[in-house]
């Protein structure tokens, strides 16, 4: 099973911050370094120093690792326009020497938009934006170099783009499509999605969704086979119980809660728990990151967890 480390800036991190975080996941020998991407805090935190926008960052990481894979779990189709996020994130990929991945998804977090001036749609209305937004980053990055790309959309109309620059990795960008949704979801991944994630959801929820996604992959006549399935879960791992505790204490959860709904507990704990969700048939865990400041963390789970999975 790929581990990667999933953190969450918008509760209070700087650039350097998710710099040296980053750089430990790269030396500690995880798979990738995924950020959120939020402009707002939630919960009971200060969020100092304030937000830090997603591809600005992925693209100074870029060029300050060089073997972890980078990307956003998830960019809400909201905060920007498909063309100019296209070009973003391909420039993103080209700085980085093909390394990035693009997770997108409908929006949902309502504060935020209004904190920071964002329109934020019904949630009909912001699928329909995610469907157009996904067809049209498809449609760019696949449009032959010297030939142009037109999209006939009610939000996102696209007139003889040249559609450029293109992706540098072989296949294009990967593009994660996730979440719970029981039919538009499932075949939004089925379509465009090279991966197909499920956040901080149970055993029995993390089978059903996957059911779904592998019959919508049947229904659009794609093998169920060739979608990467994942799952994302809070992560609290200490060598003991103290530490465990201590771990949690410090992100405000306690660790009974944890166990039952994260990858938490010692190492040994953790690893029955990331090869529960391999049985299910996840092949990659997000593993969601808090306490920034604690990189011995990271540490313990590649020492002690990553051979076990």
């Known amino acids: 099973m790929d581990l990667r480390i999933f953190t969450e800036p918008q509760q209070g991190a700087s650039y350097d911050d998710l710099l040296a975080v980053a750089r430990t996941t790269e030396e500690a020998g995880f798979d990738a370094f995924f950020r959120s991407d939020h402009y707002l805090k939630m919960g009971d935190v200060s969020g100092d120093p304030g937000p830090t926008d997603a591809w600005i960052t992925l693209a100074g990481l870029a ?63 912001r699928f329909d934006r995610l469907t157009e ?44 499509v996730g979440g719970g949704g029981p ?42 086979e060739t979608m990467t399935l994942s799952a994302a879960q809070v992560l609290c791992c200490g060598a003991d119980d103290a530490e465990v505790a201590r771990r949690a204490e410090a992100i405000g959860r306690q660790p009974d809660e944890l166990r039952e709904n994260g990858a938490a507990g010692t190492p040994e704990q953790v690893v029955e728990r990331l090869q529960a969700f391999a049985e299910l048939g996840a092949t990659r865990a997000y593993l969601q990151v808090l306490d920034l400041s604690d990189l011995d963390h990271l540490r313990l789970v590649a020492e002690e967890v990553m051979p076990h999975v």
């Open 183 to 224: 039919r538009r979801t499932p075949r939004l991944a089925a379509r465009f999605a090279a991966e197909f994630n499920l956040p901080f959801s149970s055993l029995d929820d993390t089978r059903a969704a996957f059911d779904r996604v592998r019959g919508a992959c049947e229904d659009a006549g794609r093998d169920p």
């Open 63 to 125: 060029r300050d690792t060089s073997t972890i894979r980078l990307g956003t779990l998830v960019t809400a189709a909201t905060f920007r326009l498909p063309g100019p996020l296209a070009i973003s994130v391909a420039t993103v990929d080209a700085m980085s020497g093909g390394r990035v991945e693009l997770g997108l998804g409908s929006g949902w977090y309502d504060d935020e938009h209004h904190a920071y001036g964002i329109p934020f749609p019904p949630l009909g209305e």
């Open 133 to 176: 937004q996904l067809e049209v980053i498809s449609g760019l990055w696949s449009t032959p170099v010297g030939e142009t790309f037109t999209h006939q959309g009610d939000h996102y109309p696209v007139t003889d783009s040249p559609a450029l620059p293109k992706p540098v990795q072989d296949g294009g960008v990967p593009i994660i």
